[in-house]
């Protein structure tokens, strides 16, 4: 697997989850309609889960970007994501980076720090909620 990531990791990270158990929780199918979104600083090992309150909506208009800029996330690390939130994020300098294979909370992040993640691009990105 090729490494994309430059040296030094990313301080600040979110992740789409489906439940809130900590560092176990599950990595949520896709990222708009995601229930919950974990914040991540991988400096200090804080953390803090969120309900997203965005998470029922058509495909495409979802809006958790605007919460991920006020908090100063720097990466997503999603299973899959739309093509519009794509752009939102990387109009940001948000960085989205695939965690397809991963199960948790734990798993990502460990592979993130690791530098195991490659960049989304968008023909990565999905077309309905049902790509998965």
Do not use: W
């Given at each position: 697997m090729?490494?994309?990531?430059e040296?030094g990791f990313v301080?600040?990270v979110?992740?789409?989850?489906?439940t809130?158990k900590?560092?176990?929780?599950?990595?949520?199918?896709?990222f708009?309609?995601?229930?919950?979104?974990a914040?991540c600083?991988?400096?200090?090992?804080r953390?803090r889960?969120m309900?997203?309150?965005n998470s029922r909506?058509?495909h495409?208009?979802?809006n958790p970007?605007?919460?991920?800029?006020q908090n100063s996330?720097d990466a997503?690390?999603?299973?899959?994501?739309?093509?519009?939130?794509?752009?939102?994020?990387k109009?940001?300098d948000?960085e989205?980076?695939v965690a397809?294979?991963?199960?948790t909370?734990?798993?990502?992040l460990e592979?993130?720090?690791?530098?195991?993640?490659?960049r989304?691009?968008?023909?990565?990105?999905?077309q309905?909620?049902?790509?998965?």
């Amino acid at each position: 697997m090729e490494v994309l990531q430059e040296e030094g990791f990313v301080m600040i990270v979110a992740v789409p989850l489906e439940t809130s158990k900590g560092l176990n929780s599950r990595i949520c199918e896709h990222f708009g309609s995601a229930p919950l979104y974990a914040v991540c600083n991988m400096d200090s090992g804080r953390l803090r889960i969120m309900e997203n309150s965005n998470s029922r909506h058509e495909h495409g208009q979802c809006n958790p970007v605007d919460v991920f800029a006020q908090n100063s996330v720097d990466a997503v690390l999603c299973k899959g994501i739309g093509g519009r939130a794509l752009i939102k994020l990387k109009m940001l300098d948000i960085e989205v980076f695939v965690a397809g294979g991963l199960s948790t909370l734990a798993e990502a992040l460990e592979s993130y720090k690791k530098g195991l993640m490659r960049r989304v691009e968008s023909e990565d990105a999905c077309q309905t909620h049902d790509c998965h």
